[in-house]
């Protein structure tokens, strides 16, 4: 019996990857999400040993996407991996909410089969774009059943990150992600996937589709205004992640508000402007440590963990665990 090639799946949502500037040499001025996903597969060599089929399912500059965005590509993508006819799904999106993108389906999706996110620094019709490279590579790593193992993952710039440690960590640069304290989980070089950690696949923990619980940020900086933590109270927020100095501190003369709100309701998790580095500070009785996730990626796990309704007594091991499993 012959076996047919692998057939992945393209879901492309706009981004730079799909922007389109009035010169190649523009790499900032730009529109993001402006081409469609059949002219940015048009870019790819042709490959014989990997079918591809591509569906446009947004087109959005990804500073615009919202919850609800990140809910419906969960329901996209849980059909994706449930169709036969699909090996492998890769998601284009914009950089720039990227890692808040991954997370989530991280969170939400159980995955029998690769998914991949990729995105690009430079648009589409820049000179030396980085797009059909990132693209191209995803769709090689969607294509390795062993990458279904790894959970969800991002290719940028010939590497592969797990979505629990991804982040933008520069403003243009084409090597803009990294995975702080972890590392890549691999790289992908002329269509070699080696993996450098082994495989970790944790089950999805929330059901994706669950009105998410409204939760802001706030960064602590000399002289903040009292008035942010009303701000967020009067705004409906059901939880609040401080984004504090060093290992989680709070100014003095916010710490005492971030009590009384949390007294009334409010779960508050105090997570580390720093960007990187676990937070676990003594003395902290009352408030939620946000432990290793970042800011952005806190806020994702207690939209969810509220909306399902977790108890604020398991709150903590909850952190603890999504942060080191
Ligand atoms: C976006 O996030 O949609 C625009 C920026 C980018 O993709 O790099």
């Known amino acids: 019996m012959t076996r047919r090639p692998p057939a992945v799946r393209i879901l492309a949502t706009g981004g730079t990857i799909a922007g389109a500037a009035p010169s190649p040499c523009d790499t900032s001025g730009y529109r993001a999400g402006a081409l469609p996903v059949d002219e940015l597969l048009a870019a790819l060599p042709a490959l014989d040993d990997i079918r591809l089929d591509a569906r446009q399912l947004a087109s959005l500059d990804s500073k615009d996407a919202l919850p609800g965005f990140w809910q419906m590509l969960a329901g996209e993508l849980a059909r994706a991996q449930a169709d036969p006819d699909v090996d492998g799904v890769v998601l ?62 991002a290719v940028l710039n010939g590497r592969i990150h797990r979505a629990r440690h991804l982040r933008k960590a520069h403003t243009h640069r084409v090597d803009a992600f990294d995975s702080p304290e972890a590392g890549p989980a691999g790289f992908i070089q002329d269509g070699y996937v080696g993996w450098l950690s082994p495989a ?97 990626k806190a806020r994702i796990a207690l939209m969810l963990a509220l909306a399902a309704g977790i108890p604020p007594s398991d709150l903590q091991s909850l952190f603890d665990t999504l942060s080191y499993e």
């Open 92 to 153: 284009t999106h914009g950089t720039d909410t990227l890692e808040e993108t991954a997370w989530f389906l991280h969170l939400t999706l159980a995955l029998a089969k690769p998914l991949v996110v990729t995105g690009a620094m430079r648009p589409a019709t820049a000179a030396s774009a980085d797009g059909p490279m990132n693209l191209l590579q995803a769709v090689q790593v969607a294509a390795c059943p062993q990458a279904a193992r790894h959970g969800v993952l």
């Open 200 to 296: 970790h696949r944790p089950a999805p923990r929330f059901a994706p589709e669950t009105p998410l619980a409204p939760v802001d940020i706030l960064f602590d900086y000399p002289g903040i205004s009292t008035a942010m933590v009303d701000a967020v109270l009067r705004g409906g927020a059901r939880g609040l992640v401080w984004a504090g100095y060093g290992n989680g501190s709070i100014s003095d003369r916010i710490e005492p508000l971030l009590r009384e709100a949390g007294r009334q309701g409010l779960a508050v998790v105090l997570a580390t402007r720093t960007g990187a580095g676990r937070v676990g500070r003594p003395g902290t009785d009352g408030f939620i440590q946000a432990a290793g996730l970042d800011p952005y």
